[in-house]
């Protein structure tokens, strides 16, 4: 069993910047991946970032690579989404997720959290 809380959305003007954070809990994630995923009204599922919990390896979708980072901290079991220079267009539900790396990177994980709102107002 996985269990993933996210937190950190809310307003923020175009051009800003927000920190979304993901605490994670089960029984072992010595072999998952985690990572983020972003749903806009009327719109397909989008992968965002992930990182392999074991090696810290990262991966982006192009949209936002250079812009946002994804990061973790092994203490906490928790995954964090640094978004920098947010577009309007990137509103959206962003949601913490949790699987082994393939599925995730593929945008195809099997657990995934409540979700945060991000606005980004223009």
């Known amino acids: 069993q996985v269990q993933l809380v996210e937190s950190g959305g809310g307003l923020v003007q175009a051009g800003g910047s927000l920190r979304l954070s993901c605490a994670a809990s089960?029984?072992?994630?010595?072999?998952?991946?985690m990572g983020w995923f972003r749903q806009a009204p009327g719109k397909e599922r989008e992968f965002v970032a992930g990182i392999s919990w074991s090696s810290g390896s990262t991966r982006y979708a192009d949209s936002v690579k250079g812009r946002f980072t994804i990061s973790r901290d092994n203490a906490k079991i928790t995954v964090y989404l640094q978004m920098n220079s947010l577009k309007h267009e990137e509103t959206a539900v962003y949601y913490c997720e949790a699987d082994r790396w393939e599925t995730v990177v593929f945008n195809k994980a099997g657990y995934w959290g409540q979700g945060t709102q991000v606005t980004v107002s223009s």
């Open positions: 089960g029984r072992t994630f010595s072999r998952y991946a």
